[in-house]
Nanobody, 123 residues
């Protein structure tokens, strides 16, 4: 599967953005999806994951209550709605796909990666 992330941009603290991850192929519904981010000078870290059906989600503690991961299997697209953004959310955001039922939070759990989209939150 090929993944294309989009939706990044510059936003003020407290604002919102919605990232999209468009997937190629008709097997999108067989992949669990995840979002990761990498801030300047830091390692890539897990943000959120969603199961193949969309019924199960998993979030990193710092984004719980602010970010929502979702997916539309008919549109072969996953989303990350980000609200109440903070300057520390500034990073390049990556979407990823994996087979299997476990909602992994490690980079090694994911088989496929999209290119990143930059989110900048100004204070």
């Amino acid at each position: 599967v090929q993944l294309q992330a989009s939706g990044g941009g510059l936003v003020q603290a407290g604002g919102s953005l919605r990232l999209s991850c468009a997937a190629s192929g008709r097997t999108f519904s067989t992949y669990a999806m995840g979002w990761f981010r990498q801030a300047p000078g830091k390692e890539r870290e897990f943000v959120a994951a969603i199961s193949q059906s969309g019924r199960r989600t998993y979030y990193e503690d710092s984004v719980k209550g602010r970010f929502t991961i979702s997916r539309d299997n008919a549109k072969t697209t996953a989303y990350l709605q980000m609200n109440s953004l903070k300057p520390e959310d500034t990073a390049v955001y990556y979407c990823a796909a994996r087979t299997g039922v476990v909602l992994g939070n490690l980079m090694a759990d994911y088989n496929y990666w999209g290119q990143g989209t930059l989110v900048t939150v100004s204070s």
